[in-house]
């Protein structure tokens, strides 16, 4: 396989007509990408059924009364009960923290849900339950497809707080009117 350029620290974009519904309307960041496949989290699909404060609860975290309100999100279909913070860079867990591109981290160990749970912490996080994952040329195939599109990521997608407006939001960060885009692919 020739050398692929990482997309890692991109945003992925859901084409209109995504043939796979657990992906329609998605923006996906991608956390990871190489020739072994790639590994992104959806920032656009709040998980409404879990709160963080709940959620802390159940793996017996204590809240301090400074505790933040981290949004909860679905991050993808594989291991769903498994989860992972992106987050601001101006928190990194000894080891465990993941520089993906640009400012923003990645951790998936308990330590930083302490740390927001205490009023610390990275600035900005999300939390996300699974993950989106591809095979080796897998995600290539699909860009080839026009399944995705493929655009910078910006902060104030991927933290804040209009998950509806995010996929438009992504749309128009790369100078693409939402309204223009044809729900069929095509190749020139």
């Known amino acids: 396989m020739d050398r692929i350029e990482t997309l890692c620290g991109k945003l992925l974009i859901a084409m209109p007509d995504m043939g796979d519904p657990r992906f329609a309307g998605c923006v996906i960041y991608l956390?990871?990408?190489s020739e072994d496949g790639a590994m992104g989290l959806i920032v656009n699909r709040p998980k409404p059924d879990v709160g963080f404060p709940a959620l802390l609860d159940q793996m017996k975290i204590r809240r301090s009364p400074a505790c933040r309100d981290v949004g909860v999100y679905v991050g993808g279909p594989v291991e769903r009960a498994?989860?992972?913070?992106?987050?601001?860079?101006d928190y990194e867990s000894d080891g465990n923290t993941m520089d993906v591109a640009d400012g923003i981290g990645m951790t998936a160990t308990r330590d930083v849900l302490e740390a927001l749970a205490q009023g610390s912490g990275p600035t900005s996080s999300?939390?996300?339950l699974g993950y989106a994952g591809w095979g080796p040329g897998q995600l290539e195939a699909e860009l080839a497809d026009n399944g995705w599109l493929t655009g910078p990521?910006?902060?104030?997608?991927?933290f804040g707080p209009d998950a509806p407006g995010k996929w438009a939001a992504a749309?128009?960060?790369?100078?693409?009117?939402?309204?223009?885009?044809?729900?069929?692919?095509?190749?020139?």
């Open 82 to 89: 498994r989860g992972f913070v992106l987050h601001s860079l």
């Open 171 to 188: 749309l128009r960060l790369m100078g693409v009117a939402p309204q223009m885009l044809s729900g069929h692919g095509g190749r020139a």
């Open 126 to 128: 999300l939390l996300a």
């Open 31 to 33: 956390c990871a990408h």
């Open 153 to 158: 990521a910006d902060a104030a997608i991927l």
